[in-house]
């Protein structure tokens, strides 16, 4: 009987589960092809205590725990409108011109953020800079809520990347 009691509960937890969770696994991908070295377009991009020095929808950028560029850094992005999202350095390479970090929290309509900037040489003074991202929406119910779908979650993060990248060309040629 406790065995039938236990099986049952844990289907009902499963089955829970699943229902609680019918976003799908989603990602962004945008690149930028910029008429400059890769030293300098990484001197703009490298310093994740700065996404403002490149990316206009940011007004500030503060490390909150931890130490700049180190993994396990966490930084508070202040946005122009007054928003804020908080994320966290996972993997940070100086030689390969790469980072990954993680949404912990913000204004943004997604979830289980996972993103990665990363920088290659296209020629002497030619750099692609190369912009991805997985993600699920923030709504993660069967039904979400009215512009908290799929759909609002992959267009607000192409547009971020988008916008940032499309900045850094101005910039940095």
């Given at each position: 009987?406790?065995?039938?009691?236990l099986l049952?509960?844990?289907?009902?937890?499963?089955?829970?589960?699943?229902?609680?969770?019918?976003?799908?696994?989603?990602?962004?991908?945008?690149?930028?092809?910029?008429?400059?070295?890769?030293?300098?377009?990484w001197?703009?991009?490298?310093?994740?205590?700065?996404?403002?020095?490149?990316?206009?929808?940011i007004?500030?950028?503060?490390?909150?725990?931890?130490?700049?560029n180190?993994?396990?850094?966490?930084?508070?992005?202040?946005l122009?409108?007054?928003?804020?999202?908080?994320?966290?350095?996972?993997?940070?390479?100086?030689?390969?011109?790469?980072?990954?970090?993680?949404?912990i929290?913000?204004?943004l309509?997604?979830?289980?953020?996972?993103?990665?900037?990363?920088?290659?040489?296209?020629?002497?003074?030619?750099?692609?800079?190369?912009?991805?991202?997985?993600?699920?929406r923030?709504?993660?119910?069967?039904?979400?809520?009215?512009?908290?779908?799929?759909?609002?979650?992959?267009?607000?993060?192409?547009?971020?990347?988008?916008?940032?990248?499309?900045?850094?060309?101005?910039?940095?040629?």
């Amino acid at each position: 009987m406790k065995y039938n009691l236990l099986l049952a509960s844990l289907l009902v937890s499963a089955t829970f589960n699943v229902l609680a969770d019918d976003a799908k696994n989603l990602a962004a991908h945008e690149e930028v092809s910029i008429n400059a070295p890769v030293a300098k377009v990484w001197a703009t991009v490298s310093n994740f205590n700065d996404l403002g020095a490149w990316h206009p929808a940011i007004k500030k950028t503060e490390i909150v725990s931890g130490t700049n560029n180190k993994v396990g850094a966490e930084r508070l992005l202040t946005l122009q409108d007054g928003g804020t999202i908080k994320e966290k350095l996972l993997a940070y390479s100086a030689k390969k011109h790469s980072f990954k970090y993680s949404i912990i929290e913000g204004v943004l309509p997604v979830s289980s953020y996972v993103s990665t900037i990363s920088i290659k040489a296209q020629g002497k003074d030619q750099t692609l800079v190369v912009w991805t991202g997985t993600f699920k929406r923030k709504d993660t119910a069967t039904t979400p809520a009215a512009g908290q779908d799929d759909e609002a979650a992959i267009k607000t993060m192409t547009s971020v990347y988008r916008g940032g990248l499309d900045n850094l060309k101005k910039i940095s040629e």
